[in-house]
């Protein structure tokens, strides 16, 4: 395995596959920020007509901390992303695996702890995977990361 982190022109290029990786950054980052907002604004999940018990049965006793989770990292963080990933940043391909590693980790944790799942539960995971894959082939591709 071997790793160049920084590229000489300090861009990347962008395949094709990027743009879907775009798109789902994109749509992740816009339906993650008001659902954060709302967990901030009511800790309690009424708002989002989720019942109190099911996070008061978890570590986080409330959706405080998923809430700012959800609208630093899977809102704006994603948001951030897509411009960075627009703008052939030499980390866009770096970030796009971090999150996307953040994100099946979060949706993982939620089937974990809730006690009931949501098809969008396992629409977010499948945007984790495709976004780690696009990841994975992206830094291949630059030659930023070398597996095979």
């Known amino acids: 395995m071997e790793l160049q982190i920084i590229p000489a022109s300090g861009r990347v290029e962008r395949p094709r596959y990027v ?33 109190q018990g099911w996070i008061e049965a978890t570590p986080f006793g409330s959706y405080l901390l998923p809430g700012l989770y959800l609208l630093a990292v899977n809102g704006l963080g994603m948001l951030a992303l897509a411009a960075l990933t627009l703008r052939r940043h030499w980390l866009a391909p770096w970030l796009t695996g971090t999150l996307a590693v953040g994100l099946i980790i979060w949706i993982l944790v939620q089937l974990l702890v809730m006690p009931e799942t949501m098809i969008l539960q396992w629409i977010f995971l499948s945007v984790g995977f495709v976004l780690g894959f696009c990841a994975l082939f992206w830094l291949r591709r630059t030659e930023q990361l070398r597996l095979w």
């Open 19 to 51: 743009w879907l990786a775009i798109a789902l950054e994109l749509f992740t980052g816009v339906l993650a920020i008001p659902v954060g907002v709302m967990f901030l604004a009511d800790s309690t999940g009424r708002t989002m007509q989720l019942p």
